[in-house]
């Protein structure tokens, strides 16, 4: 497989990434990493980090999204590194989380950088997806 039909083929897994979680396709998200793959969530600040391997944890670790009414995460720049054994990327997203409250419906807003390294197998698959929030804002939905 040559560079371009690599970074095509990683590129649609991190958007395929999205669309599955923002479906709640919990068992379809997991089954996008190698079956040992790693998920590491890194709040940054004082909260702790999070690390969940393989895939029935990690379908386990999608389920506090359903406390939103509706997510949106949007695939922004990727880039990819071919330096190494394995292939890696670095891809923004912002992921919009609607909920609501006694005084209406607000958004929690995440700016996320995913680090990314990837397996080749049939196809390729998250090795480990290292989410880091770089910041959030929680405002009501609509300003």
Same mark, same amino acid.
């Given at each position: ?5 690599? $970074? ?7 958007? $395929? ?8 396709? =919990? ?8 079956? =040992? ?48 054994? $394995? ?33 080749? =197998? ?16 929680? $405002?009501?939905?609509?300003?």
């Amino acid at each position: 497989m040559d560079a371009l039909e690599t $970074r095509l083929a990683v590129r649609e897994l991190a958007e $395929r990434y999205a669309s599955h979680v923002d479906r709640r396709r =919990d068992v379809a998200t997991a089954e996008l990493f190698i079956e =040992d793959g790693t998920l590491v969530i890194e709040w940054g600040g004082e909260q702790a980090t999070t690390t969940v391997r393989g895939r029935a944890a990690i379908e386990a670790a999608m389920k506090p999204l359903d406390r939103y009414r509706v997510t949106q995460h949007v695939i922004a720049n990727q880039l990819v590194d071919f330096s190494g054994e $394995r292939v890696r990327a670095e891809t923004y997203c912002t992921a919009s989380h609607v909920y609501d409250t006694a005084e209406g419906p607000r958004v929690f807003v995440m700016r996320i950088r995913y680090l990314d390294t990837f397996a080749h =197998d049939d196809e390729w698959r998250f090795a480990q997806r290292h989410l880091v929030v770089d910041w959030t804002e929680d $405002r009501p939905l609509g300003v």
